[in-house]
């Protein structure tokens, strides 16, 4: 199967500036996240989906950062403006309730996008 | 809370080297435990998982045991490759729901060396 598609790999801005990302999940898979991975960090969680829905968006700082899953299948995560501190890998994953076999829910990862503010 | 503590890294092996990184964590409830692998330039791959204590998940040489007891789920391989050069990062998911997010440590970074 097709993994998880993420574009672009690479931005750099400056700050103030705005930027998108974009997420294309493996099909059928109902839950989509968004992770940041800060450099030497693990990822932490910025937003889940189940289908077009919010299900968690507990860490994901409103007063800039948005994101949204229409019709249930692509992702668009914005960042507007960007701060120096929003340099990082913005990961996408998906997953389903039977994805990993046992019922883990394994999550698959796409290659990520690397953000760098200036 | 929930949370995944790995030991610090670097962690700097020979080729052929045992290999333990240690991973413990705090959850309510009955946790399901991951061990993805980074390799560079690379998105995180799932290495092994699971989901019950006393299980053992393995892959590609890997092995972790999930110990209630310990509350721990280290990553053990008997002959590291070059190959195995990655950022290991341990994560804990909250039962099986489809609803619980995955909780990543800081991640712990292994050069083999030939």
């Known amino acids: 199967e097709a993994g998880v598609a993420q574009s672009p790999r690479y931005k750099i801005i400056e700050k103030r500036q705005s930027v998108a990302f974009w997420c294309n999940p493996i099909s059928g898979h109902a839950t989509l996240y968004w992770y940041q991975q800060i450099l030497g960090q693990g990822p932490k969680l910025l937003i889940q989906f189940q289908n077009n829905g919010v299900v968690d968006d507990s860490q994901l700082p409103k007063d800039r950062f948005s994101a949204e899953r229409l019709k249930g299948v692509d992702s668009t995560l914005k960042i507007q403006p960007a701060k120096l501190e929003d340099s990082a890998v913005y990961l996408c994953?998906?997953?389903?309730?039977?994805?990993?076999?046992?019922?883990?829910?394994?999550?698959?990862f796409g290659a990520g996008s690397r953000l760098t503010v200036l | 809370g929930n949370s995944v503590t790995q030991m610090e890294g670097p962690v700097t092996l020979s080729e052929e080297a045992f290999l333990t990184i240690n991973c413990t964590y705090t959850a309510t409830g009955y946790p399901s435990l991951f061990w993805y692998v980074q390799y560079p330039g690379e998105g995180l791959q799932l290495l092994l998982k699971?989901?019950?204590?006393?299980d053992k998940g393995s892959n590609k040489g890997f092995e972790a045991t999930y110990r209630k007891e310990t509350t721990s789920f280290h990553l053990e391989k008997g002959s590291v490759q070059v190959s195995d050069s990655a950022v290991y990062f341990c994560?804990?998911?909250?039962?099986?729901?489809?609803?619980?997010?995955?909780?990543f440590g800081q991640g712990t970074t292994l050069q083999v060396k030939p």
């Open positions: 994560a804990l998911k909250r039962g099986s729901s489809n609803t619980g997010k995955l909780i």
């Open positions: 994953a998906s997953s389903s309730p039977t994805s990993g076999g046992s019922g883990a829910n394994v999550l698959t």
């Open positions: 699971a989901t019950k204590a006393d």
